[in-house]
């Protein structure tokens, strides 16, 4: 048997005030939250946050990235929550992308797609 993905894990000192950040800024529905484990549904990946024992323990783990709407107006809103811009925001020819930082540490990309920034839409 293979093995199978289950959810993307972040080591976070604030479990609650992770869970805020990512379902407030970003809007991702919460699946269940508690002090020490909380997991979110991001299109049908989970987004877990795991308690660490130490604000050493975190920053380390995966980037994530997410395709937002209006790059500028996710930044903005992240910002008030804590987040950090890392470096500039670029507009190659297929989009627009960010870079910030969670107020724990890491690192989350953000694409707004070239479709979405003329404003056209795909069909599917």
Do not use: C, W
């Given at each position: 048997m293979a093995a199978e993905f289950k959810h993307v894990m972040l080591?976070?000192?604030?479990?609650m005030a992770s869970v805020k950040f990512y379902s407030e800024g970003l809007?991702?529905?919460?699946k269940m939250a508690s002090p020490g484990w909380a997991e979110l549904d991001?299109?049908?990946?989970?987004?877990a946050f795991h308690a660490a024992?130490?604000?050493?323990n975190t920053g380390d783990s995966p980037i994530?990235?997410?395709h937002v709407?209006?790059?500028?107006?996710?930044?903005?809103?992240?910002?008030?929550m804590g987040a950090t811009l890392e470096g500039r925001v670029r507009e190659p020819s297929f989009g627009k992308v960010a870079?910030?930082?969670t107020p724990d540490g890491h690192l989350v990309s953000l694409l707004q797609t070239?479709?979405?920034r003329t404003g056209a839409s795909i069909s599917h």
């Open positions: 080591m976070v000192k604030d479990v809007g991702i529905p919460v991001a299109n049908g990946t989970t987004i024992e130490s604000a050493q994530l990235s997410f709407d209006d790059v500028m107006a996710s930044i903005s809103t992240l910002e008030q870079a910030i930082r070239a479709m979405q």
